[in-house]
Every structure is written in C-alpha cells, then in structure tokens.
C-alpha cells in the first residue's frame, strides 16, 4: 500500500511534455461576416482523429467557433455537387517479383475520390488498392489511335496510413513508366465568424485523444451556408516537431529528488517497523 502511495508520488512530480501544434494563417478578406476556408491535403495528413483537432485562433489568442462543411450529404452526392480538390503527391516506384509497388506520400486522413496514372507506356494490367479496390487500367496506341484508362476509382474511402500503396500485376512484361500521379479528394471547409482586418490562425495536430468541438454554430449552421460567405485561403503552413502522442519525461533534477525521497520514506518505514 505505501509502495502505491509512492509509485503515486513520483508520477505527481513527473513532468509532462508540452504539446505543440502545426498551424497556418488564414487570409481574411471580404466583408461578409462569415467566412469559409478550404483545408489542404497537409491539413488532413498532419491532424488526429481525422479533424477532431482543429482550432482557430484570433490575434488575442481566443478560440473561434466554426463548423466543418463537407457538402457530402446523400442529395449533393447524386447531383455531383461535392467539394473535389486535385493535387499531385509524391511517389516511390519499386519493382519485384512481377510486381510493380507504388508508395504514394500525402494521402493521410484523405476521403479519397479516385487517381489518375499519367504514363507513355502501353500495357494492359490490374492494378489494385488499399480496401479490396482492384481494376485493369490500360493505355493504347495502335495504328495512331489512342485508346486509354488510366483512371482508378478510390470509393470515398480514407486513407488511415501515412503510406497509401498501389500494386500493379505486371505478369512477365516490363514496368510501366509513371510519369506522374494525380489525386481527387473529397474536400471539407472550416466556416466561421471573421472580422476584416483581424489575424486568424488554424492550428492542427495538438493532441491526439482530444474530441472534435462542439460549437453552437453548428446548430446554425444552414442558415448560414445560405447567405453570402467570403471564401478566403490558408498561408503557408508551419510545422513543429510534435510528439506523435502524450508522453510522461522524467526531468533529471526531480528524477533526482523523487530518489531521495523514496530512500528517505523506505528508511522511515523500516525504523517505524523495526520499533513496533
């Protein structure tokens, strides 16, 4: 029991490493009150519980409330409404037993639409993902027609790993040469109250238990998507060296002193025992 008691001790005087947050400006503009700013694969791949910990900050330091809209409800999805953003990540290229192994980077926490192989290879092969997607993709040029898909269908799902990996099947012919690969995602915005001339910062990456907030602008929410709102932009984006979670650091100086009186209360222990 006074082992616990302790045990406890010495935990109450370890210290806590601080957690630190990647954050970007956003650049207000416009007059409208709210204000709407789309996130960037960098965001998504660099934040927990996929957005639970986002923030924005004002000049002062003070929380902004904000909701996240997707437009990714039932309805927009058959009218083709969503927010589709495009970028070109970077990939590794490495090829073995008839196989060709595509590391593409970036992907991270992304609900993905689909990807594009950009090549002048000509071939006919199967090409597979992550989540049991497999399809033949191929590109043609025969008699100066050019017959081509080179189009991958992702299903909205989300890339969990920092690695998202494609296979293609190449049998016993030579790997195709990817030139380049771009990827459609399914993009969310952060709205929120936005005064011009005020500084506004979002930071992600804090904390990785951390729940998504819940603020009463959430609740409001249509009304405002329905009215006008200044799209305004993310700067550049800066980056901490975040601890990847929580982590308990002993501090030599009290490592030192929680040592000394551990010693101290076993020696108590003892000569209070030693006199019963």
Known sequence: MRMNKLCLLAAFLLFVLPLFAHNAGIEIKGENRYKSVRLAPPVYNGSYNRLADLLIKNSS??????FIN???NETNIRHETMFIETFFPRFTV???NKKTK??????????LCDLVIETDSMFIR??????????ELFHLAINDEVSSDTTLPLNRLIAWDETYTLVIDDADDRPINIKSIAVRYYADDLVFEGQAGETYTLEFGIDSVKA???YDISRYKNEILKGPIDKVSLGEIRYTETPPERKFVINKTVFNIVVILVAILLGA????????
């Open 61 to 66: 330091g003070d929380t902004v409330p904000y």
């Open 212 to 214: 998504a907030p819940v």
């Open 126 to 135: 199967n090409v597979y993902a992550p989540g049991g997607i497999k399809k």
């Open 94 to 96: 490495k090829s073995e």
């Open 70 to 72: 997707s437009n990714q």
């Open 102 to 111: 595509i590391d593409i980077a970036g992907l991270k926490n992304l609900r």
């Open 269 to 276: 222990l003892i000569v209070f025992r030693l006199k019963k």
